[in-house]
């Protein structure tokens, strides 16, 4: 499995949130272990493989240091690339601990993402050393900022969702904990709080919910899904796009997804297919028009890329 697939299983956390929620249903205690142990696995695997390509790298001319980066580049994409999801479960699980659903998943979740984030500033750090084509680091970069916006965006929309279907507003605690950018995710919230969907009355920092807005989040097709296929549809296309590499650990890959998909509603998880959905393919041909909006919107700014790498 790709660890692009990964990504699918991400957004498919974020499009069924509201079903979890509305279940209050808490997340498979074997499954999640099974998650926490494969996860550990494929550390291993990443943290073995940056550190022979660091020694490599010391140890060669120029010319074979442009070989040894091109080896290493599907293990750094599947390392962005598999972020998003590890994100995405720590703050569902950290949320279903705060509304007295699951109190054991969070700790396992937070363990894997800790894990996680200390190899992708190894990975960062690995990718300041010499003989990395100016081409592949400018390809690297833009799509480790665009990952990163996109894992921003959907972890806003969990926020809302959240808000939404428990009546509270502290989600953005959240949200904003396992965010790249917490500061940007706020300003999502606060934009999806003034939508339609929501109902603002009295003091400032008091959210009520519309009753029309609190049907709405039952319809499969109310304006809070389809905002989020759309986002959805967009992230793949541009991860098609842009990550071409070949799978660097497809095996773990698998054995992580399986996981993942297990630890929500296991006697369901048919219905968590990562296919797109008729609906989501509709969508698909109305966004060649907004290909190059989306496009101008993710190119990270001169500042972005020149951001101080984690030591």
């Known amino acids: 499995m790709h660890a692009r697939w990964l990504v699918d299983i991400a957004m498919l956390y ?132 665009s990952l990163e916006h996109w894992t921003d965006r959907f972890l806003a929309s969990l926020a809302t969702t959240t808000e939404l279907a428990s009546e509270k507003t502290e989600t953005i605690t959240e949200a904003t904990k396992y965010a790249f ?36 989040l039952l319809k499969s097709e109310s304006t809070q899904s389809l905002e989020i296929r759309i986002l959805s549809t967009s992230c793949e296309r541009w991860i098609a796009k842009h990550c071409k590499s070949l799978s660097s650990n497809p095996h773990d890959n698998r054995l992580i997804g399986e996981a993942a998909l297990a630890m929500v509603r296991p006697d369901r998880s048919s219905e968590w297919s990562p296919l797109v959905s008729c609906s989501v393919a509709r969508i698909t041909s109305l966004l060649d028009q907004t290909d190059q909006w989306i496009n101008q919107l993710l190119v990270p700014s001169r500042s972005d890329a020149l951001r101080t790498v984690p030591k």
């Open 14 to 145: 974020v499009r069924q949130w509201p079903d979890v929620l509305a279940t209050r249903s808490g997340f498979s205690s074997a499954a999640t272990h099974a998650y926490w142990a494969r996860s550990r696995q494929r550390f291993d695997y990443w943290q073995e493989s940056l550190s022979l390509h660091r020694s490599q790298i010391d140890s060669v001319g120029a010319s074979k240091r442009v070989e040894l980066w091109q080896t290493i580049r599907p293990t750094l994409e599947e390392i962005f690339l598999s972020d998003m999801l590890t994100r995405i479960l720590a703050t569902t699980a950290r949320t279903l601990e705060r509304l007295g659903v699951d109190d054991d998943a969070s700790p396992i979740a937070h363990s894997v993402f800790t894990g996680h984030e200390d190899i992708r500033n190894r990975c960062l750090r690995l990718m300041m050393l010499p003989g990395l084509p100016v081409d592949q680091a400018v390809e690297l970069n833009r799509i480790r900022h």
């Open 181 to 216: 950018r917490p500061e940007v995710v706020s300003e999502f919230i606060e934009e999806k709080r003034e939508s339609e969907l929501y109902v603002i009355r009295g003091e400032p920092s008091s959210l009520v919910v519309d009753s029309t807005a609190e049907s709405m």
